[in-house]
Protein backbone atom coordinates (compact mmCIF):
# COMPACT_ATOMS: atom_id res chain seq x y z
CA UNK A 1 0.00 0.00 0.00
CA UNK A 2 2.81 2.61 0.95
CA UNK A 3 4.27 1.75 -2.73
CA UNK A 4 1.33 4.00 -4.04
CA UNK A 5 2.99 6.48 -6.29
CA UNK A 6 6.59 4.95 -6.27
CA UNK A 7 8.76 4.98 -9.61
CA UNK A 8 8.81 1.13 -10.88
CA UNK A 9 12.25 1.21 -11.26
CA UNK A 10 13.03 2.28 -7.53
CA UNK A 11 11.13 -1.18 -6.54
CA UNK A 12 13.64 -3.29 -5.30
CA UNK A 13 13.66 -6.40 -7.08
CA UNK A 14 12.72 -9.50 -8.05
CA UNK A 15 8.96 -7.81 -8.03
CA UNK A 16 6.05 -8.93 -9.89
CA UNK A 17 4.34 -6.01 -11.60
CA UNK A 18 0.89 -5.47 -13.54
CA UNK A 19 0.23 -3.24 -16.24
CA UNK A 20 -3.35 -1.50 -15.51
CA UNK A 21 -3.41 -0.66 -18.45
CA UNK A 22 -3.08 -3.65 -20.61
CA UNK A 23 -4.85 -5.56 -17.64
CA UNK A 24 -8.15 -3.56 -18.32
CA UNK A 25 -7.56 -4.12 -22.04
CA UNK A 26 -7.83 -7.57 -21.56
CA UNK A 27 -11.18 -7.81 -18.82
CA UNK A 28 -12.93 -5.03 -21.49
CA UNK A 29 -11.77 -7.66 -24.78
CA UNK A 30 -13.35 -10.68 -23.12
CA UNK A 31 -16.60 -8.85 -21.65
CA UNK A 32 -17.17 -7.17 -24.96
CA UNK A 33 -17.41 -10.36 -26.39
CA UNK A 34 -19.76 -12.34 -23.50
CA UNK A 35 -22.02 -9.64 -24.27
CA UNK A 36 -21.51 -9.43 -28.19
CA UNK A 37 -22.45 -13.49 -28.01
CA UNK A 38 -24.41 -13.76 -25.36
CA UNK A 39 -21.80 -16.53 -23.09
CA UNK A 40 -21.53 -16.18 -19.59
CA UNK A 41 -18.01 -15.83 -18.26
CA UNK A 42 -16.99 -17.67 -15.28
CA UNK A 43 -13.26 -16.32 -14.99
CA UNK A 44 -10.93 -19.68 -13.41
CA UNK A 45 -9.39 -17.90 -11.00
CA UNK A 46 -6.45 -20.42 -10.35
CA UNK A 47 -4.60 -18.39 -12.87
CA UNK A 48 -4.86 -14.49 -10.78
CA UNK A 49 -5.73 -16.30 -7.41
CA UNK A 50 -6.24 -12.50 -6.05
CA UNK A 51 -9.15 -11.72 -4.39
CA UNK A 52 -9.02 -7.93 -5.85
CA UNK A 53 -8.76 -9.44 -9.35
CA UNK A 54 -11.90 -11.47 -8.70
CA UNK A 55 -13.65 -8.38 -7.97
CA UNK A 56 -13.21 -6.39 -10.82
CA UNK A 57 -14.10 -9.30 -13.13
CA UNK A 58 -17.36 -9.90 -11.24
CA UNK A 59 -17.97 -5.66 -11.45
CA UNK A 60 -16.98 -6.51 -15.33
CA UNK A 61 -20.17 -8.96 -15.51
CA UNK A 62 -18.67 -12.32 -13.99
CA UNK A 63 -21.26 -14.91 -13.14
CA UNK A 64 -18.87 -16.07 -10.38
CA UNK A 65 -15.66 -17.51 -10.45
CA UNK A 66 -13.95 -20.72 -10.68
CA UNK A 67 -11.05 -22.53 -8.57
CA UNK A 68 -9.49 -25.39 -9.03
CA UNK A 69 -8.72 -26.33 -5.26
CA UNK A 70 -11.16 -26.32 -2.01
CA UNK A 71 -8.71 -24.12 -0.38
CA UNK A 72 -8.65 -21.39 -3.33
CA UNK A 73 -12.69 -21.43 -3.13
CA UNK A 74 -12.23 -20.84 1.19
CA UNK A 75 -10.06 -17.72 0.94
CA UNK A 76 -11.57 -16.29 -1.98
CA UNK A 77 -15.07 -17.07 -0.51
CA UNK A 78 -13.88 -15.64 3.29
CA UNK A 79 -12.56 -12.66 0.99
CA UNK A 80 -16.61 -11.38 0.31
CA UNK A 81 -15.70 -11.24 -3.41
CA UNK A 82 -19.10 -13.31 -4.20
CA UNK A 83 -22.12 -10.79 -3.08
CA UNK A 84 -24.89 -11.04 -4.50
CA UNK A 85 -25.98 -14.40 -6.70
CA UNK A 86 -22.75 -14.68 -7.76
CA UNK A 87 -21.26 -18.27 -6.96
CA UNK A 88 -18.12 -20.19 -6.85
CA UNK A 89 -17.52 -23.18 -8.76
CA UNK A 90 -14.33 -25.51 -7.68
CA UNK A 91 -13.18 -27.62 -10.51
CA UNK A 92 -11.29 -30.24 -8.93
CA UNK A 93 -12.58 -33.42 -7.69
CA UNK A 94 -12.60 -34.18 -4.08
CA UNK A 95 -12.48 -37.42 -2.14
CA UNK A 96 -11.05 -36.77 1.47
CA UNK A 97 -14.48 -36.83 3.51
CA UNK A 98 -13.08 -33.67 5.85
CA UNK A 99 -12.61 -31.76 2.64
CA UNK A 100 -16.27 -32.53 2.03
CA UNK A 101 -17.47 -31.89 5.15
CA UNK A 102 -15.78 -28.36 4.54
CA UNK A 103 -17.57 -27.52 0.99
CA UNK A 104 -20.75 -28.26 2.64
CA UNK A 105 -20.31 -26.17 5.92
CA UNK A 106 -19.58 -23.30 3.21
CA UNK A 107 -22.90 -23.63 2.06
CA UNK A 108 -24.65 -24.41 5.88
CA UNK A 109 -22.83 -20.74 6.67
CA UNK A 110 -23.87 -18.70 4.25
CA UNK A 111 -26.60 -20.29 1.43
CA UNK A 112 -27.43 -23.35 -0.58
CA UNK A 113 -25.77 -23.60 -3.68
CA UNK A 114 -23.07 -20.85 -3.15
CA UNK A 115 -20.07 -23.16 -3.22
CA UNK A 116 -21.01 -25.70 -6.18
CA UNK A 117 -18.40 -29.04 -6.91
CA UNK A 118 -17.88 -30.89 -9.72
CA UNK A 119 -17.29 -34.40 -9.52
CA UNK A 120 -16.90 -37.84 -11.81
CA UNK A 121 -17.43 -40.64 -9.52
CA UNK A 122 -20.08 -42.18 -8.13
CA UNK A 123 -18.60 -42.68 -4.59
CA UNK A 124 -17.63 -39.02 -4.23
CA UNK A 125 -21.59 -38.30 -5.15
CA UNK A 126 -22.75 -40.30 -1.85
CA UNK A 127 -20.55 -38.91 0.56
CA UNK A 128 -21.58 -35.31 0.02
CA UNK A 129 -25.11 -36.83 -0.31
CA UNK A 130 -24.48 -38.44 3.14
CA UNK A 131 -22.80 -35.03 4.46
CA UNK A 132 -25.64 -32.57 3.12
CA UNK A 133 -28.45 -34.84 4.26
CA UNK A 134 -26.81 -34.64 7.99
CA UNK A 135 -26.64 -31.01 7.75
CA UNK A 136 -30.11 -30.59 6.60
CA UNK A 137 -28.83 -28.97 3.28
CA UNK A 138 -28.58 -29.81 -0.48
CA UNK A 139 -25.47 -29.55 -2.01
CA UNK A 140 -25.09 -28.30 -5.51
CA UNK A 141 -23.42 -30.51 -7.85
CA UNK A 142 -21.65 -30.20 -11.66
CA UNK A 143 -20.21 -33.55 -13.21
CA UNK A 144 -16.71 -32.86 -14.92
CA UNK A 145 -16.87 -34.64 -18.16
CA UNK A 146 -13.39 -36.24 -19.63
CA UNK A 147 -11.42 -34.69 -22.63
CA UNK A 148 -8.11 -35.77 -21.00
CA UNK A 149 -7.88 -35.75 -17.16
CA UNK A 150 -10.11 -36.26 -14.80
CA UNK A 151 -13.98 -36.48 -15.78
CA UNK A 152 -15.96 -38.62 -16.65
CA UNK A 153 -16.62 -40.57 -20.36
CA UNK A 154 -18.70 -38.47 -22.98
CA UNK A 155 -21.98 -39.49 -23.45
CA UNK A 156 -23.63 -42.48 -21.47
CA UNK A 157 -21.45 -42.96 -18.49
CA UNK A 158 -21.88 -39.15 -18.07
CA UNK A 159 -25.80 -39.80 -18.32
CA UNK A 160 -25.71 -42.86 -15.82
CA UNK A 161 -24.02 -40.82 -13.30
CA UNK A 162 -26.81 -38.10 -13.80
CA UNK A 163 -29.52 -40.41 -13.46
CA UNK A 164 -27.80 -41.72 -10.03
CA UNK A 165 -27.30 -38.04 -8.76
CA UNK A 166 -30.59 -37.02 -9.59
CA UNK A 167 -32.15 -39.54 -7.61
CA UNK A 168 -29.69 -38.90 -4.24
CA UNK A 169 -32.38 -36.32 -1.84
CA UNK A 170 -29.75 -34.10 -0.95
CA UNK A 171 -27.87 -33.76 -3.82
CA UNK A 172 -29.11 -30.84 -6.15
CA UNK A 173 -27.35 -31.98 -10.15
CA UNK A 174 -26.85 -28.23 -11.88
CA UNK A 175 -25.26 -29.75 -15.10
CA UNK A 176 -21.69 -30.32 -16.66
CA UNK A 177 -18.05 -28.92 -17.78
CA UNK A 178 -16.05 -30.15 -20.26
CA UNK A 179 -12.71 -28.07 -20.37
CA UNK A 180 -11.61 -29.31 -24.12
CA UNK A 181 -8.00 -27.83 -23.20
CA UNK A 182 -6.25 -24.94 -25.05
CA UNK A 183 -6.67 -26.81 -28.19
CA UNK A 184 -7.02 -25.70 -32.04
CA UNK A 185 -10.26 -24.70 -33.13
CA UNK A 186 -10.88 -28.08 -34.64
CA UNK A 187 -10.62 -29.83 -31.87
CA UNK A 188 -12.36 -27.91 -29.93
CA UNK A 189 -15.36 -27.75 -32.09
CA UNK A 190 -15.12 -31.85 -31.82
CA UNK A 191 -14.82 -31.86 -27.85
CA UNK A 192 -17.52 -29.32 -27.66
CA UNK A 193 -19.72 -30.92 -29.64
CA UNK A 194 -19.03 -34.16 -27.32
CA UNK A 195 -20.07 -31.96 -24.04
CA UNK A 196 -23.06 -30.42 -25.72
CA UNK A 197 -23.80 -33.62 -27.21
CA UNK A 198 -24.16 -35.40 -23.82
CA UNK A 199 -25.95 -32.27 -22.18
CA UNK A 200 -28.93 -32.93 -24.75
CA UNK A 201 -28.61 -36.79 -23.50
CA UNK A 202 -28.97 -35.99 -20.08
CA UNK A 203 -32.08 -33.69 -20.77
CA UNK A 204 -33.45 -36.84 -22.56
CA UNK A 205 -33.49 -38.68 -19.57
CA UNK A 206 -35.61 -35.88 -18.40
CA UNK A 207 -33.24 -34.06 -16.34
CA UNK A 208 -32.71 -30.69 -16.29
CA UNK A 209 -28.98 -29.38 -17.48
CA UNK A 210 -28.48 -25.56 -16.33
CA UNK A 211 -24.93 -25.35 -16.52
CA UNK A 212 -22.63 -26.35 -19.86
CA UNK A 213 -19.43 -24.88 -19.30
CA UNK A 214 -16.39 -25.41 -21.08
CA UNK A 215 -13.70 -22.93 -22.27
CA UNK A 216 -10.34 -21.57 -22.09
CA UNK A 217 -8.57 -18.87 -22.82
CA UNK A 218 -7.04 -20.01 -26.07
CA UNK A 219 -10.95 -21.64 -27.29
CA UNK A 220 -12.86 -19.15 -25.66
CA UNK A 221 -14.31 -17.81 -29.35
CA UNK A 222 -14.91 -20.86 -30.48
CA UNK A 223 -16.48 -22.50 -27.67
CA UNK A 224 -17.95 -19.05 -26.53
CA UNK A 225 -20.09 -18.95 -29.82
CA UNK A 226 -20.54 -23.34 -29.42
CA UNK A 227 -24.58 -23.64 -29.84
CA UNK A 228 -25.62 -24.81 -26.48
CA UNK A 229 -22.56 -23.83 -24.13
CA UNK A 230 -23.91 -21.54 -21.58
CA UNK A 231 -20.42 -20.48 -19.88
CA UNK A 232 -16.64 -19.97 -20.68
CA UNK A 233 -14.28 -20.44 -17.91
CA UNK A 234 -10.74 -18.87 -19.13
CA UNK A 235 -8.60 -17.60 -16.57
CA UNK A 236 -5.36 -16.40 -18.52
CA UNK A 237 -6.44 -14.13 -20.77
CA UNK A 238 -6.21 -11.40 -17.93
CA UNK A 239 -2.10 -11.65 -18.28
CA UNK A 240 -2.20 -11.97 -21.95
CA UNK A 241 -1.48 -14.48 -24.80
CA UNK A 242 0.27 -14.15 -28.14
CA UNK A 243 3.17 -13.07 -29.58
CA UNK A 244 3.63 -10.40 -26.81
CA UNK A 245 3.52 -13.43 -24.11
CA UNK A 246 2.60 -14.14 -21.36
CA UNK A 247 -0.41 -16.83 -20.94
CA UNK A 248 1.29 -20.25 -21.63
CA UNK A 249 3.79 -18.63 -23.23
CA UNK A 250 4.01 -16.99 -27.08
CA UNK A 251 2.46 -19.98 -28.70
CA UNK A 252 -1.23 -18.73 -28.40
CA UNK A 253 -3.81 -21.72 -30.58
CA UNK A 254 -6.64 -19.61 -33.02
CA UNK A 255 -4.65 -16.27 -33.37
CA UNK A 256 -5.69 -15.52 -29.82
CA UNK A 257 -4.70 -11.90 -28.69
CA UNK A 258 -4.32 -10.21 -25.41
CA UNK A 259 -1.79 -8.28 -23.91
CA UNK A 260 0.63 -9.22 -21.97
CA UNK A 261 0.23 -7.28 -18.59
CA UNK A 262 2.36 -9.33 -16.68
CA UNK A 263 6.03 -9.27 -15.91
CA UNK A 264 8.85 -9.54 -12.93
CA UNK A 265 10.96 -6.17 -12.65
CA UNK A 266 14.35 -8.01 -12.35
CA UNK A 267 17.62 -6.79 -11.96
CA UNK A 268 21.36 -7.66 -13.71
CA UNK A 269 23.71 -8.46 -11.11
CA UNK A 270 26.37 -9.40 -13.24
CA UNK A 271 28.02 -8.38 -16.39
CA UNK A 272 31.39 -10.08 -16.41
CA UNK A 273 31.12 -11.49 -19.20
CA UNK A 274 30.56 -10.13 -22.85
CA UNK A 275 27.57 -12.93 -24.21
CA UNK A 276 25.51 -12.63 -21.18
CA UNK A 277 23.64 -11.03 -18.72
CA UNK A 278 22.32 -12.40 -15.28
CA UNK A 279 19.63 -11.01 -13.12
CA UNK A 280 18.03 -11.50 -9.64
CA UNK A 281 15.45 -14.07 -10.64
CA UNK A 282 15.37 -17.49 -10.89
CA UNK A 283 13.27 -20.62 -11.41
CA UNK A 284 12.06 -19.64 -7.48
CA UNK A 285 10.49 -16.54 -8.58
CA UNK A 286 9.13 -17.73 -11.87
CA UNK A 287 7.65 -21.04 -10.87
CA UNK A 288 7.88 -23.91 -13.02
CA UNK A 289 6.44 -23.89 -16.26
CA UNK A 290 3.86 -26.14 -18.15
CA UNK A 291 4.95 -29.76 -19.02
CA UNK A 292 5.69 -28.88 -22.41
CA UNK A 293 6.09 -25.31 -22.79
CA UNK A 294 9.73 -24.07 -23.48
CA UNK A 295 11.11 -21.95 -20.77
CA UNK A 296 11.84 -18.74 -22.68
CA UNK A 297 10.50 -15.38 -21.28
CA UNK A 298 10.39 -11.85 -23.19
CA UNK A 299 12.89 -9.27 -22.14
CA UNK A 300 12.06 -5.75 -21.88
CA UNK A 301 13.93 -2.33 -20.81
CA UNK A 302 11.94 0.87 -20.82
CA UNK A 303 9.17 -1.32 -23.00
CA UNK A 304 11.67 -1.79 -25.73
CA UNK A 305 11.89 -5.59 -26.27
CA UNK A 306 15.95 -7.03 -25.15
CA UNK A 307 16.94 -9.64 -28.05
CA UNK A 308 18.83 -12.10 -26.06
CA UNK A 309 19.62 -15.87 -27.87
CA UNK A 310 18.21 -17.96 -25.07
CA UNK A 311 17.85 -17.72 -21.17
CA UNK A 312 18.60 -20.07 -18.40
CA UNK A 313 17.16 -20.03 -14.92
CA UNK A 314 18.90 -21.42 -11.46
CA UNK A 315 16.83 -21.10 -8.23
CA UNK A 316 17.87 -17.42 -8.04
CA UNK A 317 18.93 -16.48 -11.25
CA UNK A 318 18.54 -16.16 -15.05
CA UNK A 319 21.01 -15.57 -17.54
CA UNK A 320 20.49 -14.37 -20.44
CA UNK A 321 22.68 -15.35 -23.26
CA UNK A 322 23.13 -13.01 -26.28
CA UNK A 323 25.48 -14.05 -29.45
CA UNK A 324 29.41 -12.93 -29.38
CA UNK A 325 29.42 -9.23 -29.73
CA UNK A 326 25.84 -8.32 -30.35
CA UNK A 327 24.82 -4.95 -29.49
CA UNK A 328 21.92 -5.77 -27.60
CA UNK A 329 23.99 -6.78 -25.14
CA UNK A 330 26.30 -3.74 -25.61
CA UNK A 331 22.97 -1.65 -24.54
CA UNK A 332 22.59 -3.64 -21.07
CA UNK A 333 24.87 -2.25 -17.59
CA UNK A 334 25.36 -3.84 -14.67
CA UNK A 335 22.36 -2.81 -12.08
CA UNK A 336 19.76 -2.30 -14.72
CA UNK A 337 16.29 -3.06 -14.36
CA UNK A 338 14.57 -5.10 -17.00
CA UNK A 339 11.23 -6.56 -16.58
CA UNK A 340 10.83 -10.21 -17.75
CA UNK A 341 8.02 -11.79 -19.01
CA UNK A 342 7.11 -15.65 -17.62
CA UNK A 343 6.02 -18.01 -19.81
CA UNK A 344 3.34 -19.51 -17.84
CA UNK A 345 1.50 -17.08 -15.74
CA UNK A 346 -0.73 -19.24 -13.07
CA UNK A 347 3.03 -20.64 -11.41
CA UNK A 348 4.27 -17.21 -11.93
CA UNK A 349 1.74 -15.40 -9.18
CA UNK A 350 1.76 -18.36 -6.97
CA UNK A 351 5.30 -17.88 -6.56
CA UNK A 352 4.73 -14.01 -5.18
CA UNK A 353 2.62 -12.56 -1.90
CA UNK A 354 1.42 -9.32 -3.68
CA UNK A 355 1.41 -8.17 -7.43
CA UNK A 356 2.43 -4.63 -7.95
CA UNK A 357 -0.50 -2.55 -9.91
CA UNK A 358 1.41 -0.15 -12.56
CA UNK A 359 0.32 2.83 -14.41
CA UNK A 360 2.75 5.24 -16.08
CA UNK A 361 5.43 3.15 -14.90
CA UNK A 362 4.02 4.41 -11.49
CA UNK A 363 2.80 1.85 -8.82
CA UNK A 364 -0.69 2.59 -7.94
CA UNK A 365 -1.45 -0.18 -5.62
CA UNK A 366 -0.44 -3.17 -4.47
CA UNK A 367 -2.77 -6.45 -4.52
CA UNK A 368 -2.00 -9.70 -2.25
CA UNK A 369 -2.44 -12.58 -3.76
CA UNK A 370 -4.96 -14.12 -1.84
CA UNK A 371 -5.27 -17.57 -2.56
CA UNK A 372 -1.29 -17.84 -3.06
CA UNK A 373 -0.26 -21.77 -2.47
CA UNK A 374 -3.38 -23.41 -1.58
CA UNK A 375 -3.09 -26.79 -2.58
CA UNK A 376 -5.75 -28.32 -0.29
C1 LIG B 1 -10.78 -26.76 -15.70
C2 LIG B 1 -10.13 -25.56 -16.30
N1 LIG B 1 -10.88 -24.60 -16.82
C3 LIG B 1 -10.36 -23.49 -17.35
C4 LIG B 1 -8.99 -23.27 -17.38
C5 LIG B 1 -8.49 -21.97 -17.92
O1 LIG B 1 -7.52 -22.01 -18.89
P1 LIG B 1 -6.76 -20.71 -19.39
O2 LIG B 1 -5.96 -20.18 -18.26
O3 LIG B 1 -5.94 -21.21 -20.50
O4 LIG B 1 -7.78 -19.73 -19.82
C6 LIG B 1 -8.15 -24.28 -16.88
C7 LIG B 1 -6.70 -24.15 -16.95
O5 LIG B 1 -5.90 -24.99 -16.66
C8 LIG B 1 -8.73 -25.43 -16.30
O6 LIG B 1 -7.97 -26.41 -15.76
Same mark, same amino acid.
Given at each position: !??? =????????????????????????????? @???????????? =??????????????????? $?? !?????????????? %? /????????????????????????????? !????????????????? *????????? $??????????????????? +?????????????????? @??????????????? =??????????????????????? /???? $?????????????? /??? *??? %???????????? +????????????????????????????????????????????? $?????????????????????????????? @???????????????? /???????????????????????????????????? !???
Amino acid at each position: !MLY =AGFNVQDLPTPVLLLDLEKFNWNIEKMFA @FSKKVGVNIRPH =AKTFKSAAICNRLIEAGAI $GI !MTQKLSEADVLLNS %G /ILYGNKNILISQELTDPSKIECLVGYNVA !MEEGKVLTSLDDLREAE *IINKIAERW $GTKQHVIIEMSHGRCGTPP +GQPTVDLAKKIQKMPSLV @FRGIYGYENPVKQEV =ALQRNKQTVDTANMIREAGIPVE /IVSA $GSTATYEVTGTYPG /ITE *IEP %GSFVFGVGPEGS +GYGWKAENNVYFKNSLSVLTSIISTTHEDRVVTDAGSKVFGAPNT $GVVPPVLAYMNNERIGFERAGFSEEHCTLQ @FKEGSEERKKLHWGQK /ISLTPNHCCTTVNQHEKIFVIKNNKVVTVWPITARG !MYL
